[in-house]
């Protein structure tokens, strides 16, 4: 059974600084892209990071370009979101995704629970 499980996730003030893991189990995780998305109250998910199978190759939503870097350790079947110079609009519930794709097309199968992020003072 494939299983995501978020973790990290709280309370900071604005500026500071979070990291988010996500433990996969159930599936060969060094085969797979993996994403992270989040969804703040009232609004829909917003894609915010991916990286490919071995964590070569990342890529950023623009809102968190240059303060989040996702990692990914192969070893130890888990999947990092580094969060840095938090802002208030980066409240929303986190989820980690497992990525498929077909031809161009980039999807998610697998989803973890979520973990609530909230920046305020």
């Known amino acids: 059974e494939v299983q995501l499980v978020e973790s990290g996730g709280g309370l900071v003030q604005p500026g500071g600084s979070l990291r988010l893991s996500c433990a996969a189990s159930?599936?060969?995780?060094?085969?797979?892209?993996m994403s992270w998305v989040r969804q703040a109250p009232g609004k829909g998910l917003e894609w915010v990071s991916r990286?490919?199978?071995?964590?070569?190759?990342?890529s950023y939503a623009d809102s968190v370009k240059g303060r989040f870097t996702i990692s990914r350790d192969n070893a130890k079947n888990t999947l990092y979101l580094q969060m840095n110079s938090l802002k208030p609009e980066d409240t929303a519930v986190y989820y980690c995704?497992?990525?498929?794709?077909?031809?161009?097309?980039?999807?998610?199968?697998?989803w973890g629970q979520g973990t609530q992020v909230t920046v305020s003072s």
């Open positions: 995704a497992r990525v498929v794709t077909t031809g161009w097309v980039w999807s998610y199968d697998y």
């Open positions: 159930g599936f060969t995780f060094s085969n797979y892209a």
């Open positions: 990286t490919n199978s071995g964590g070569g190759s990342t």
